[in-house]
Structures are given as C-alpha cells and as structure tokens.
C-alpha cells in the first residue's frame, strides 16, 4: 500500500484541501497482464473498486440519518435522478464529474463523514485507483481546481 497526495477545492471553505489517500497498488507488470482477458479482468476490477467507493458516499449518509432520496439529494446538493445513482453505486464508467464533486462540496447540509468520503473518492481517482491515463487524470485535476 502507499500513500498519495491530491488536492480538492472546497468551495465551503474556499481553500484546496490537501487529501492523502492509501491506495492499493496495482500490479501491471509486463510478465502479469499480457492478454486481453486479464485486462478485461483488470479494468472491472477496477469499476467495481469505484462503484464501491460511490456506494460507501451513500452508506455515510445513510449513517447520519438521511435515508430518503429526497434528503440525500438535498444534503448532496445534487438532483434526485445523480442521488439515486450514487445511492445505488452505478454511477457511468468514468465515476463523478467535477461539476458533480463541485456541487456536493458546495452543498451547505452536507456532512462531514460524506465530505471526508468524497475527498478520499477525489484523492484515489486522482492518483490513478480507478484506472484511467495520466492525461485524463491530470484533466480531472485540472477542472477541479479552476472550479472556483
């Protein structure tokens, strides 16, 4: 396991939070994933590591009292149609988007054990956990913080 750092703008607080994540390596060695099955194998496994950590932002809320969809989407400051994929964890291949990060930061009501479990989803899909190339990676990062 090692450590990485990533940085979230919160628009609450009005500064970048420096976000330290553990995240599992992957091993992509050359010997380990020649074929396209184990690839295949690799890239759900990593889909299924997202759609895990989008579920636990709806598992914390559950846990600080807000079990219909209408309060979740309330708290979250997100449409009821993105609360419902976030609470059923199937949300699209590429995970939350920055305008959707954005709005749930910004969210007056929402609370502090979903925030720590979105800035550690923000640290763990800017590190690379969730897959994706460095380009798309360092993109996502890069809208993050110019959402000011």
Not at 37 to 45: A, H, L, N, P, V
Not at 86 to 98: D, M, P, T, Y
Not at 114 to 135: C, D, F, M, N, P
Request: with cysteine; net charge positive; hydrophobic share 35%.
């Amino acid at each position: 396991m090692r450590s990485r750092e990533a940085f979230a703008y919160s628009r609450s607080t009005g500064y970048f939070c420096s976000v330290t994540a553990s995240t599992v390596r992957i091993d992509a060695s050359n010997d380990k994933y020649k074929t396209k099955d184990k690839t295949r194998i690799m890239s759900s496994e990593i889909k299924a590591r997202q759609s895990a950590k989008i579920r636990q932002l709806a598992e914390a809320a559950k846990l600080t009292g807000l079990h219909t969809l209408d309060e979740l989407a309330s708290a979250l400051g997100i449409p009821r149609s993105t609360a419902w994929t976030i609470r059923n964890g199937g949300h699209k291949a590429s995970g939350l988007s920055v305008s959707i990060i954005d709005r749930m930061l910004s969210a007056p009501k929402l609370p502090p054990s979903v925030r720590t479990t979105l800035l550690e989803y923000i640290a763990e899909k800017t590190s690379g956990l969730y897959g994706g190339k460095q380009r798309q990676r360092r993109l996502f990062c890069a809208r993050l913080k110019d959402r000011k």
